[in-house]
């Protein structure tokens, strides 16, 4: 069980895992507070620029085993909700690189059965890798795959790791000849429409041109790339094994400075969004003095923002779907509550706000079919989309 206890993410410096470079520019700083399954973790962020090839990552970063027991303390993803990732767009990308008879292997892919059991009709085997303590028992060592493995996938892991050219090796050896590797990761180029810029759990920020360059060293040719991805504002990027020469070539001249305005531009959006929060905070504080109900669903850092300006009183009611969140808040002395059990609170609430805005649908939809009302208008706010309605997380 959580308590109050805070573990912090000891840091160092760290080069750059593009060039070995060690002339860096830090762009930006932040600390987050993340709940974890044994553990409340902080980490510091601190993103910085390579001035030689412009390669953007963490530096100074966390230690590698405190890393590795941050990432054991894991939960699994909660299943009663949708998944945060489109399983067709990543169907679309491995239909062309099928085979049959053949093996592939997921990294990181957070017990992905209902993926894995459409992935049948493209492959014979599955496998997958994990590093959740919940997980761990059920992976593979994936040196008992090395020259076994038709394709292998990691989504959105790569953006995690600390030694990128180790963990590209283990895909490149446990390939066979033709073996081909699907990675998709966050595209730092979008960092301009969206907040991505806060995932402190976030140690490198790519663009397809710098992950490509690194892949390279290791062995790796990009072969395709889209930047349409089964998460928002993603890249999937295609390698194969032993190409000496790219099929696709990219122009990484204005790596750095692209880099630069990706982060400034990240941080501008952040600021806005910041802006919205401290407004809805004080539209809260009016309804609570009017004696008028609230409802926060989603602990989520976007929540944490608010909850910097918002005291929750017997009129603020926080929600989330996953049981296991119920100490999450336990910093703020707040017991998160499930949605099932505050079915009457919905009723007599002026208004709802979401944290979690990729679930905003879905929560809107359980809200219709379990309690019968609807939030619209002025009793409805997302935080983290943008004007038009789109979510920025």
Sequence with gaps: MLSKKIRKLNTKFRSCDSCGGTSLDLVWNNKTIIPRRDHIWEISSHISICRNCGFCFCSPAPEKNELSKYYEDGKVGFKEISLPYSINDRLRV?????????????????????????????????????????????????????????????????????????????????????????????????????????????????????????????????????????????FVAIFKKNIKNQVVKLDNKNEYNDAKDSIIGGINQVNRNNDLIRLLSKKID???????????????????????????????????????????????????????????????????VICAPRYAKDILQWIKINVGKKFTGHSLDIIGVNSKGKTLR
């Design 94 to 234: 491995l239909e062309k690189y099928k085979v049959e008879d053949g093996l592939f292997l997921e990294i990181g892919g957070d017990s992905p059965i209902e993926f894995h059991e459409k992935c049948k009709k493209f492959f014979k085997k599955m496998y997958s890798i994990e590093v959740s303590r919940e997980l761990k028992n059920n992976s593979i060592d994936i040196k008992k795959l090395y020259g076994l493995v038709d394709v292998v996938a990691h989504y959105d892991v790569l953006e995690h790791v600390l030694d990128i050219k180790s963990f590209l090796y283990d895909c490149f050896n446990c390939l066979n000849d033709d073996g081909v590797m699907v990675c998709e990761v966050p595209n730092l180029k979008l960092y301009p429409k969206n907040l991505l810029l806060q995932e402190a759990e976030h140690i490198n920020h790519f663009t397809i041109s710098s992950l490509s360059k690194i892949a390279a060293q290791v062995g790796f040719g990009l072969i395709d790339f889209d930047n349409k991805a089964s998460r928002p504002y993603g």
């Design 286 to 352: 009016r309804l609570v003095q009017d004696n008028q109900k609230v409802i926060l669903w989603g602990v989520t850092d976007l929540m944490r923002s608010l909850l910097r300006f918002v005291e929750v009183i017997d009129n603020i009611i926080v929600l989330d779907s996953d049981p296991r969140r119920e100490r999450d808040l336990i910093l703020n002395e707040i017991i998160v509550k499930q949605p099932k059990y505050c079915k009457e609170e919905f009723l007599s609430a002026s208004l709802l």
